[in-house]
């Protein structure tokens, strides 16, 4: 690979109607690293995943993704082109199994080996799923069904994966695992942009970060630095 | 005792092709959150084909079997024609507006109505028997013809409900159902599963159509009174739910010979739309849906 950025937004704007969501957004994921985007409810942060993926048309700026603008294309085809989003709430179609779930993870997927690999690892990763894999993915607990929404996202298998408050209303231990498995994932090589008002893990286990506010991007840098700054621990750390 | 049989008989018989036509609806509804007030028309041109297909050929010198089975096809693929011209130009721009749907097929349903009048003319056609015979089962009668026709709904409704519970594209048309957006980020693409969705959901009331050709007297508006039931079926089962347009075409259909038997037909009639306003009350979603 010789782009050295997985992704590179620039000046991203997108409104509804006329309400401004975002304003005047950039920010770049290297390769190799997990990235993450700290901000309150409504800062913006759904609406940056939605323009990522397709879902909603920026109007105005730039997003170009390992190398390659993406202005107009579906979300089906980003897909394809390696990017993949766990959306907040979790969006798993609770009416099919586990396993079905898993599958359509890997829709357009043609290589039958590769999928059964990858679906192996998936379970290595959450083996609590293993066990379930015929049940219906609504009657899951919520830690359950995050972590079948991570794996339905891997069987995609993407280079650039988007995690939208993945441990939103999850327990302080469910927490840990998915931070945990959030980092095994980097290692192995897929970039990250993770989306937080978990303030604490998510400048945690990332390397760089940007605080939202308002569809602004007020504060970055190294997460280490941030998460030591007066004015991020008093707004987002509650310290 | 016979009288139960002939009941259930008759039941079944008019139940297999309430199944196909609402199978059809639910799903249309389920991939593109359009009810397809129209759907009727797809059926009612089907019949029609089949009805002016069936005497032309046989003019031609075609064995009464093989007049029906070309025509059968010749409808089916007319049909397919309509709802790929119909998605194309109307119903592809209105998925996911309730209000803008619903005007657009209740217009196509009486625009339809409206040229199949001038194509077929209003007169009332019947077609001669395919198959002669009436079966005796349990002390209840049924004309072979009825049955063959009854047990191949059956089938098509059973093969359609395998394929949506396992096949690829099947797995794709529930999950658009359940949360389209979802669906696209794995990777689903929505516009062409739209599309076939649709297009099964028109060959299903095509089938219907031109199955029960044979059977009823067929005009160029026969479609809005299975429109109705159809419509019902789904509603009380739950819009968007497979199992559900079943459950629901079967309790429509034992309403209908049960009722029509020990009462009126206007009282069976007026039965289901008691059920419906019961089932709305109790779960407003219908006995299968969710949400």
Redesign the interface.
């Known amino acids: 690979m010789t782009e050295r950025l997985a992704l590179e937004v620039t000046g991203l704007a997108v409104s509804y109607g006329i309400v401004p969501a975002v304003i005047d957004v950039s920010f770049a994921i290297e390769h190799g690293s997990i990235t993450t985007i700290v901000g309150s409810n409504g800062a913006g942060k759904s609406t940056i995943m939605k323009a990522l993926t397709g879902l909603v048309r920026p109007a105005g700026g730039r997003i170009r993704m390992f190398g390659e603008d993406i202005a107009g294309a579906e979300p089906d085809e980003l897909v394809v082109r390696g990017v993949s989003l766990v959306p907040e709430g979790r969006r798993l179609f609770t009416t099919m199994s586990v396993a079905e779930n898993l599958e359509i993870g890997a829709y357009r997927r043609s290589d039958v080996n590769a999928v059964a690999r990858d679906f192996e690892r998936v379970l290595e990763y959450f083996p609590a799923l293993r066990g379930r894999l015929q049940v219906l993915a609504g009657s899951l607990s919520g830690g359950q069904q995050q972590m079948l929404a991570v794996a339905r996202a891997l069987m995609a298998a993407p280079r650039l994966l988007l995690l939208d408050e993945p441990t939103i209303g999850l327990g302080p231990a469910i927490v840990d695992t998915i931070a945990e498995i959030i980092q095994t994932i980097a290692r192995s090589g897929v970039d990250m942009l993770l989306v937080e008002q978990n303030a604490e893990m998510a400048l945690e286990i990332s390397a760089q970060a940007f605080i939202l506010e308002r569809g602004r991007i007020i504060m970055q840098g190294r997460s280490s630095t941030l998460a030591r700054s007066e004015e991020v621990r008093r707004a987002y750390l509650g310290v | 005792m016979d009288i139960y049989v002939q009941l259930l008989v008759n039941s079944l018989q008019i139940g297999a092709v309430y199944v196909l036509f609402s199978l059809g609806l639910t799903l249309i509804f389920g991939v593109m959150r359009i009810v397809n007030f129209a759907h009727g028309e797809f059926f009612a041109l089907a019949a029609l084909l089949v009805a002016v297909a069936v005497p032309w050929l046989i003019d031609f010198g075609a064995p009464l079997p093989v007049a029906y089975g070309l025509a059968f096809l010749g409808a089916l693929a007319g049909v397919l024609v309509l709802g790929k011209i119909l998605y194309e130009f109307a119903f592809r721009r209105f998925q996911r507006d309730m209000i803008g749907s619903f005007v657009l097929s209740v217009g196509l349903a009486l625009l339809l109505q409206g040229l199949y009048i001038e194509i077929f003319s209003s007169a009332s056609r019947k077609l001669p028997t395919l198959i002669e015979g009436t079966l005796r089962i349990l002390g209840g009668a049924i004309t072979t013809q009825r049955l063959v026709l009854c047990v191949i709904a059956l089938l098509v409704a059973a093969g359609m409900y395998w394929a949506i519970a396992s096949t ?1 594209l099947g ?2 048309l ?2 658009v159902s ?2 389209h ?10 516009r062409r599963i739209a599309l076939s969705g649709f297009l099964i959901g028109t060959l299903l009331a095509a089938v219907a159509g031109a199955l029960l050709a044979p059977v009823v007297v067929i005009g160029p508006v026969i479609g809005s009174s299975y429109l109705i039931k159809g419509f019902i079926a789904v509603v009380i089962g739950g819009l968007g739910s497979i199992p559900g347009a079943i459950i629901g075409s079967i309790l429509i259909a034992v309403i209908e010979s049960v009722g029509g038997y020990y009462f009126d037909p206007s009282l069976a009639t007026i039965a289901m739309f008691v059920m419906v306003m019961v089932v709305l009350l109790v779960r407003p979603a219908g006995i299968m849906g ?1 949400g």
């Open positions: 690829r797995k794709a529930r999950a359940e949360d957006e979802a669906a696209m980020l794995q990777g689903i693409p929505y969710n």
